[in-house]
């Protein structure tokens, strides 16, 4: 299976930048003065071969020596490794180099890259490189604290670089980790798991850089997989992380890497191991080995969908959004593979990074002004996908739902959504498959998930502040009201609430979370503090808001709002019908849900005939009769009147006018069976009633006549006095104009007459 790969089909490092860290080693070795290659001592132990490694392990070979297995322990007990006792140095030379190794060896610690390194491996090759330096070097690096793994690759950089001109750091740092590592095999304690770790990944490192042979990098393969439980499982893990991929990737040892992984994954799948072990073994091993047939394949898309996905991904800023818009503008949204494209970009908000969700709805806004058929067409693919995340209850879509929510949110901000729709998926947040009995268990909604509390938060916490019209604003109070209950439903379920499993009790973020928005919302709130105080507030307004519908279902005892979709959305009260804003008249009306018609009965029937007959014959009697006149005011015949007409002599005398003491009046009287008409007079004292009411409305009627007099009289002046401006202004501009015409008259040149005068002309 594996001969047919040649050595350019198998890259070990992975890229170019990793291969340079591992090859590219700086030779100082022309440069040095007096340099001369010497002989590399003998191998303490013989060198590990194929033969050797294919033979079973004994036990006693990987005993440590009882010196060795002291200094084993005095090493972990103590990390730095202690300085030699040597005499004292004199004053001078030999000291002040002293300090400047310490300082060497101190400074080490902050050579986290490569450039620093390199650079501490050039001073301790020209300055330091002495051979009792060479040995607290290695020493120095072999006790580095258990915490820094992070500077081990560094820390065998430094080894491979000095090991080019000196080989005794990287013996004697190989050796004492290859007795580390047998102390920690034979011992078999389950403490110090952080030393255990630091060894094999330092080993492994070190194998990268050529120090180890891959021979010996299997044998401690070979060596971790004969007892594979505890920590030695989180050991062969940490090895094959750092050099497993460069052992399976190099021909010469691919086919024994290869052996041993599946022997690896045989042990985890006949060991009952625990969760995390099993987690940690296959993630080790489809890091060194990732499974054939699932390699990405980029998708291959069109220039121009490939142009729209980098406007809208990539290049959208909180800076750059007008400029976008415009270069959105320009696409040809006549064709409908661009738009259908440029709409399905414009809906995954979960794609872009949340901080920019904003900008987004932002972008949707500006271009909604020029494409409002497309835009709705986003805005309808939003509602959809939020629909859908409550449809299908998976992990793997929580960053998606929180996304696309808060990107409602931000369409309502930018006045792209009415808050009815708002609403409406509040409601459905927190009713959708829910079930408000603790005895039935949702798939939408399982008791222990407490997603959807998260959900409306953010929707809340997004848009919940700009509902500023007094109808929203109350039917938002609503719906907080169904949102308390819903959150004391989930907290004081008892999968939450048991005394006797302590991890289970209600996280404290979401609580956190959960007043935080409401805080926000509405400062001024004053929150439940029990179920049965939620529960209580939502019957009250289900009883105020919907009477005939709570009397008809309430009957069957059921308290909760599982079906809260037919109370929704939420029918106003009659004193906030004259006070709606420009914001709740431009939102579709919803339509009111009225109670079940109740079933007609043999009596109904009947009492209905009989009115309907009443009515019919009513209204012929009414058709029968004649329409008379109103007779509010009847005028007095002249025959009737009280004296008659005074003579021209009656008119001339200068008799006094007597006080009148008597006020007449005439009553009118039909004669019997529809006689003619009678008048009498009858004289009524002045202070009296009848003639004082008689005075004050005579005078209701002169006032008000002059009154109308009066603005006949003003509106008529006004006219005439507009008329009269109107002419003056005539007049004055038409004297402007014969003024200035007779200036412009007047300077006009004398034209002299062309050619010779007209003598008949002149003398005749």
Known sequence: MFDDLNESQLDPWGDE???????????????????????????????????????????????????????????????????????????????????????????????????????????????????????????????????????????????????????????????????????????????????????????????????????????????????????????????????????????????????????????????????????????????????????????????????????????????????????????????????????????????????????????????????????????DTVFEDIRAGLEIHSPKLAQRRIAMAKYLGELYNYRLVESSNILNTLYSIISLGVTMDAQIVSELDPPESLFRLKLACVLLDTCGQYFTSQASRKRLDYFLIFFQQYYWFKKSHPIFSSVDDTSNLFPILVDHMYKECLSNVRPKLKLFKTYEQAKEAVEKLRIQLYPTLFQTSGKDGSGDFGDINSLEPIVEDAEFSNELTEDTTSEAESPEVLPKEKERTQEDVEFEQAFEKLAMDSYQERLRDTIKPSTKDIPVPIMAKSGGKKTYDQLQANEPVPLETSVPFVLMLRGAKGGKQQFKTFSAAVDSQLAINLRLQEEQIREEKEKVKRLTLNITERIEEEDYQISLLQSQRTAVEQRSNQKSNSKQKYKHQKGAPDADLIFS
């Open 17 to 379: 930048e990793t291969k340079s860290f591992y090859m590219d080693l700086p030779d100082l070795r022309v440069f040095l003065p007096n340099y001369a290659p010497k002989q590399a001592p003998p191998p303490v132990e013989p060198a590990m071969t194929e033969e050797t490694l294919d033979m079973d392990i004994e036990p006693e070979s990987l005993q440590v020596d009882v010196n060795e297995l002291s200094s084993m322990e005095d090493t972990n007990n103590a990390e730095p490794i202690p300085e030699e006792t040597t005499a004292p140095a004199p004053t001078g030379v030999g000291h002040g180099t002293k300090q400047q190794f310490e300082a060497f060896l101190s400074n080490l610690v902050n050579c986290v890259n490569k450039e620093l390194i390199d650079s501490a491996a050039i001073e301790y090759l020209l300055n330091l490189n002495t051979k009792n330096n060479r040995k607290k070097l290695a020493n120095s690096l072999f006790g580095v604290q258990r915490t820094r793994l992070d500077i081990l690759p560094f820390f065998a950089r430094l080894v491979a670089t000095i090991n080019l001109v000196s080989t005794e750091v990287a013996t004697e740092l190989c050796l004492k980790l290859k007795n580390e590592f047998k102390y920690h095999i034979s011992k078999k304690n389950q403490m110090t798991i952080e030393s255990k770790i630091k060894v094999v990944r330092f080993i492994g490192e070190m194998v990268k850089f050529g120090l180890y042979s891959k021979i010996e990098a299997l044998f401690f393969l070979k060596v971790l997989l004969l007892d594979f439980q505890h920590h030695q499982i989180e050991m062969t893990c940490a090895f094959l992380e750092v050099c497993g991929q460069y052992l399976y990737n190099s021909k010469e040892s691919r086919l024994r890497t290869n052996v041993y992984l599946e022997q690896m994954m045989r042990l985890k799948t006949a060991t009952a191991l625990d969760s995390r072990h099993v987690a940690q073994i296959e993630n080790s091993y489809y890091l060194v080995k990732p499974p054939e047939g699932l390699h990405l394949v980029q998708k291959v898309r069109p220039p121009m969908h490939q142009y729209i996905r980098h406007l809208v991904f990539k290049d959208l800023s909180k800076s750059n959004v007008d400029k976008i818009i415009k270069i959105m503008r320009r696409l040809n949204w006549d064709d409908k593979g661009i738009t259908s494209y440029t709409i399905k970009c414009l809906s995954k908000a979960y794609n872009v990074r949340y901080h920019l969700i904003r900008c987004l709805a932002d972008l949707v806004s500006g271009i909604s002004s020029y494409q409002d058929k497309a835009m709705v067409k986003v805005i």
